[in-house]
């Protein structure tokens, strides 16, 4: 079973940059497509960027041209560069594989607060 711990998030004000990191154990990694998901209070959970194995990433379309997600298999890390912070994009971030439901396994998540 893969284990999932993220870190990076923190309170931002509105126009700021975080990165977060996923940090996963395990050997399904490397092939595997991985994903950055956010929930915010009273929603549901949303996949915002997923990477594939080779490298190739898809967005959410509000995020689209703000975030930039990339992997290092040699590190079992996941990354997630957000530029151009708003605050409807306060939410718990987590990552996990591609697809995940909410019966699967998932780490504590990261809080990313947007706020002046």
């Known amino acids: 079973q893969v284990q999932l711990v993220e870190s990076g998030g923190g309170l931002v004000q509105p126009g700021g940059s975080l990165r977060l990191s996923c940090a996963a154990s395990?050997?399904?990694?490397?092939?595997?497509?991985m994903g950055w998901y956010r929930q915010a209070p009273g929603k549901q959970r949303e996949l915002v960027a997923r990477i594939s194995n080779g490298g190739i990433g898809n967005y959410l379309a509000s995020v689209k041209g703000r975030f930039t997600i990339s992997r290092d298999n040699a590190k079992n890390t996941v990354y997630l560069q957000m530029t151009s912070l708003k605050p409807e994009d306060t939410a718990v971030y987590y990552c996990?594989?591609?697809?995940?439901?909410?019966?699967?396994?998932w780490g504590q998540g990261t809080q990313v607060a947007v706020s002046s």
């Open positions: 395990g050997s399904i990694f490397s092939i595997n497509a």
């Open positions: 996990n594989l591609v697809p995940a439901g909410p019966n699967d396994y």
